[in-house]
């Protein structure tokens, strides 16, 4: 059911160690794809698949190409009923005006007939934590949304690499924004 993205073996396992994490507030998958896949047959997306991502800075994509929409699974989680609708509703629109329209006239009529504010992003709402952060010694935190490469040391702390400043990373849970330390991420070289 969910989106095939490539990633290496370790940080699969890592994400799928965080699922079991608690969560705090937000929609269900379950009742978030149910839901979409309502409003998106009731649009005439019968055809279209719904599938799953791990974005967490956008909360919807539109796949014209092989008429897929896919939804962030961390901001679904994050998302109350309305915010998760609003999305799903916003990728209809572009579904429906088609490739080529981004946010023109066409695809903002189209948002207010489905009864969506017409907005290219959704501004408020819960942001998802970028999903690695590195802290150093002196307790500055650096946020990184790749996963890092290689030892790096606090460039607050020290312009040039010094290994008294080292930075200590973390994986972030994108929903309740708990941290681990897997010995895996800070063991990795170059
Ligand atoms: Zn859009
Ligand atoms: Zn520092």
Redesign the pocket.
Known sequence: MYSCVSHPQVQLALENALEVGPRLVGMDLQIVQQLARVLMDSHGLEQWDLVFDRARRRA???RYNDQIISLSRPLMQLYDEKQVRDVVL??I??ARVGTGH??DEM?KKEARRLGTPPR??ITEGPRAPAPYVGRCPNGHDVERYRLPRGVRSCATCSKIFDHRYLLTWYRVNAVDGTKIQPSSLNARGR
């Open positions: 919807g994509m539109t916003h990728e629109a572009h981004g946010h695809w290219a992003s």
